[in-house]
C-alpha cells in the first residue's frame, strides 16, 4: 500500500537527516549567539551563585521535561491561542509555592514575584500589576488549568519555542530552590558529570554549566554558562567507516577551512579504543573555538567549545579540564552522571498538536512529527494520518475498500491477507489489519489500523521486512504508547480530505501546457513528484510505477532516438538483468514516432518500461512509464495507457 517502488524513485520518498556535524551556532554571528547564551540579557556577577531550572512542556502531550527528567502531567491545551498547563508545574519545575485562598483565588509565588489569579477570570495581578491573560484559569477533571506564558513570565521566568514545538521555560534560580519535584528531592545533588546514554557519553559537569537546547533527537546538546563565559556543544553521528586520528584531525582541517575559520593549532591523539583530534581555529567573527573529534563503536562524536573571553589561542588552556574529560561512553552504574536523554525503554516520545496524537517511537528512528512519518534504518516505517469518515460509513466499509485497493495495486501472487483482529487505542476499539506483499525483493508485513469516531478516521500503517521479528514487537509497544485526543480534530478542522487509498483510480484530471502545447489525463490516485506543466519534465509516480513527460525545443527526434539506441546497447551488453525487448516505428498522437520497451531486474525488483519519442513544431517529446511486474494489474495497465492514450496536442 504506500510505497512507489519504482524505477528511478525511492521506496518511500522520504527525506532523511543529512548527517551534518557543523556546530549550528557557529554560523550566527558573535552577537546573536552571546544573546542567545544570555537569555537576552547580560547578566551580573552573583548569577554564578544561581542555577537554571528548565521546563519544555507542549500542548497536547502528557510528558514535561524537568531538567530533562520525563515527569507526567496532565495534558496542555490551546484556547483562543493560549496555551493551558496544569498550576502544579510550576511547582515540580520550580519550587513555587501555590496556595488557594477564599473565591476561588490562587496565588503563585516564587522569589520575590507573586501572581494572584481567579478561577473563571483572564485578568491576573503581577506584583500588583493588572495583566490580561487572554483566558481565564479552569477546572478540567479536577486539575487548575492556567495560562502559561503570563504566568512563566509573572514569576520572573524567560520562554521560548524550540525546534522540537515544546515550549521552554527557563528560571534562573538559587541553587537552594531551584531543582526539586514534588517530593523535594534536589535533582542534581551528587552529579559531578552530565551526558546522554543512548548516544553514549558524558563530560564533566562545572556548577555554572547551563542547558541551553537540545535538538535531532538529542544528537546535538548546547550548553552555555549564566556569565558568558563559555559555550559548549556535542554532536554525536553515525560514522560506519574506521576513521584514525589522523583521518579526524584533517576532516577538522577541512571543516575550518569551508567556515572560513583560520587555524592556530592542530593535534591528533591516538589512544586506545577512542581516537581524536583537536585543532583551535578563529571563525571570521575573531571568536575562538576549540573543536575536537573522537570515534567510538560506529558513532562520530564532535565537541565544540567557543570562549568569550580568550585572546590568544593559548587562552583556551584554561577549558582543557573541561574538554579533557570528555568520554563517548557512558557507565549507566554510575549515580554521578546526570543523564540528559529522554530516552525510556528505547523509545522517545512523539507528538503532534494539530491532531491531538501522542505516541512512543523507537529511539534511532528518524521522526517527522508534522507529518506522522517515522522510519527506521532497517526498513520499518510508521505513517499516521486523520481524514474525515463518508456519511454513513462504517470501519468494516473502509476495511473493505482498503483490502479492494490492494488487490488492484498487487497481482495475486504478490499480495496475501492474512488476518484481522481488533486493537484498543487509546480507550476506543480499531481494527487491525495484517497483510503481506512482495515488490519482487523480499515479503514486507504490514499492519493497517483503522478507527473512526466523531466523523474522523484515524489510520496508522506499519510495515517491515517480515523477517524481521523485532519490528514487530515494536509495533506492538508503539501502538499501546498511543494517546488521542479525539477532540481535538475537531476543534482545529472541519471537513478534512478522504483517504488517498480510496481514491477511485478510474478518475482522472485534465493538465495541460501551453508552453509545450499539449494535454493530457492523469489518474487521480498517482502522486505529483513534479506536475509543473510549463517545465520540463512532469513526474508522477504511483505504487509500483511512473510516468513522466520531457519536452525540448533543442534537441531533435533524430538525436533523441539515436541517444536512447545507443543508451541500450550498452544497457544490452553490461547490465545481466537488463533486456531491450523490441523497438518499433508507430504513430502517437496523430504523429510518427518511435518506442522502446525493455524489462530489467532492479534492486530485485523486475519491472517493464516503454519510451515513445516523436517531435510537433520543432518540440521533441518523449513520454516513460514504468511498472513493476507485481504491480501490473488490469487495473494499473488500465490507467497508464489511459494516461498515455490521453496525450494531445494543442495550440
Do not use: C
Not at 397 to 416: A, I, N, V
Amino acid at each position: 500500500m504506500k510505497i512507489n517502488k519504482a524505477r528511478h524513485v525511492t521506496r518511500n520518498q522520504r527525506g532523511r537527516m543529512n548527517g551534518m556535524k557543523k556546530s549550528f551556532l557557529r554560523v550566527l554571528s558573535t552577537g546573536v549567539l552571546i544573546g542567545m547564551l544570555t537569555i537576552g540579557a547580560v547578566l551580573p556577577a552573583w548569577a554564578s551563585d544561581y542555577t537554571t531550572s528548565e521546563l519544555r512542556i507542549k500542548a497536547g502531550s502528557t510528558n514535561a521535561y524537568i531538567n530533562g527528567s520525563k515527569q507526567a502531567i496532565a495534558k496542555p491545551y490551546q484556547v483562543k491561542g493560549v496555551t493551558m498547563v496544569p498550576v502544579g508545574v510550576f511547582k515540580k519545575a520550580f519550587g513555587s509555592e501555590i496556595r488557594l485562598e477564599k473565591n476561588n483565588v490562587v496565588k503563585i509565588k516564587e522569589g520575590p514575584h507573586t501572581v494572584t489569579l481567579t478561577i473563571g477570570s483572564s485578568i491576573a495581578w503581577v506584583d500588583g500589576v493588572k495583566k490580561e491573560m487572554g483566558a481565564a484559569p479552569n477546572m478540567a477533571n479536577g486539575v487548575l488549568m492556567v495560562p502559561l506564558r503570563p504566568i512563566a513570565a509573572g514569576i520572573g521566568a524567560t520562554l521560548a519555542p524550540n525546534s522540537a514545538g515544546e515550549m521552554v521555560i527557563r528560571l534562573l534560580q538559587a541553587d537552594d530552590s531551584g531543582e526539586e519535584d514534588e517530593g523535594g528531592i534536589d535533582l542534581d545533588a551528587g552529579k559531578t558529570r552530565i551526558g546522554n546514554s543512548y548516544y553514549g557519553w558524558s563530560i564533566n559537569y562545572p556548577a555554572d554549566l547551563m542547558i541551553l537546547q537540545t535538538g535531532e533527537q538529542e544528537r546535538m546538546m548546547t550548553f552555555g554558562t549564566a556569565d558568558s563565559s563559555y559555550y559548549l556543544e556535542v554532536y554525536v553521528s553515525d560514522q560506519d567507516v574506521a576513521l584514525d586520528a589522523d583521518d579526524l584531525l584533517q576532516q577538522l582541517v577541512q571543516e575550518a577551512k569551508q567556515s572560513g575559520d583560520t587555524v592556530l593549532d592542530r593535534e591528533s591523539i591516538a589512544r586506545g579504543k577512542t581516537p581524536y583530534a583537536r585543532i583551535v581555529v578563529k571563525d571570521v567573527d575573531g571568536l575562538l573555538w576549540e573543536m575536537r573529534q573522537y570515534i567510538r563503536d560506529g558513532r562520530q562524536y564532535d565537541v565544540y567549545l567557543a570562549d568569550y573571553d580568550a585572546m590568544n589561542y593559548k587562552d583556551l588552556s584554561k577549558r582543557a579540564a573541561l574538554l579533557n574529560s570528555f568520554q563517548p561512553t557512558y557507565a549507566e552504574s554510575d549515580r554521578t552522571i546526570k543523564d540528559l536523554s529522554t530516552v525510556d525503554e528505547g523509545m522517545r516520545s512523539a507528538w503532534n498538536d494539530d491532531y491531538g496524537i501522542e505516541l512512543n517511537i523507537p529511539a534511532g528512528w528518524s521522526m517527522d512529527n508534522t507529518q506522522m512519518v517515522y522510519e527506521a534504518k532497517d526498513g520499518a516505517y510508521l505513517q499516521l494520518r486523520v481524514t474525515s469518515a463518508p456519511a454513513g460509513a462504517t470501519v468494516k466499509d473502509w476495511s473493505g475498500q482498503l483490502d479492494k485497493w490492494m488487490r488492484e495495486t498487487f497481482t495475486p501472487d504478490s499480495y496475501e491477507p492474512i488476518g484481522s483482529y481488533t486493537m484498543d487505542i487509546s480507550g476506543e476499539t480499531a481494527e487491525v489489519n495484517e497483510f503481506r506483499y512482495n515488490f519482487g525483493d523480499g515479503w514486507q508485513t504490514e499492519f493497517d489500523i483503522l478507527l473512526q469516531k466523531n466523523g474522523y478516521r484515524y489510520y496508522a500503517e506499519y510495515t517491515f521486512p517480515e523477517d524481521q521479528a523485532q519490528d514487530r514487537e515494536w509495533f506492538k509497544k508503539i501502538m499501546k504508547s498511543v494517546e488521542i485526543d479525539f477532540d481535538t480534530v475537531s476543534d482545529n478542522f472541519g471537513q478534512l480530505d478522504e483517504d488517498p487509498y480510496l481514491t477511485d483510480k478510474t478518475k482522472t484530471l485534465t493538465r495541460t501546457s501551453k508552453r509545450y502545447h499539449y494535454s493530457v489525463d492523469i489518474p487521480r490516485y498517482w502522486t505529483p513528484y513534479n506536475d509543473r506543466f510549463e517545465y520540463s519534465p512532469v513526474v508522477y509516480t504511483f505504487t509500483g510505477g511512473e510516468f513522466s513527460i520531457a519536452a525540448s525545443d533543442d534537441k531533435s527526434i533524430e538525436m533523441t532516438v539515436s541517444q536512447l539506441r545507443e543508451a541500450y546497447a550498452e544497457a544490452t551488453k553490461t547490465r545481466k538483468n537488463f533486456k531491450l525487448l523490441g523497438s518499433e516505428e508507430l504513430t502517437f498522437a496523430g504523429v510518427p514516432a518511435f518506442s522502446f520497451t525493455y524489462h530489467e531486474v532492479d534492486n530485485g525488483v523486475p519491472y517493464s518500461g516503454r519510451q515513445i519519442v516523436f517531435e510537433q513544431n520543432g518540440i521533441t517529446y518523449t513520454i516513460t512509464s514504468g511498472l513493476n511486474d507485481a504491480n501490473k494489474t488490469e487495473v494499473q495497465t488500465a490507467a497508464l495507457e489511459k494516461a498515455l492514450n490521453s496525450f494531445t496536442f494543442i495550440k
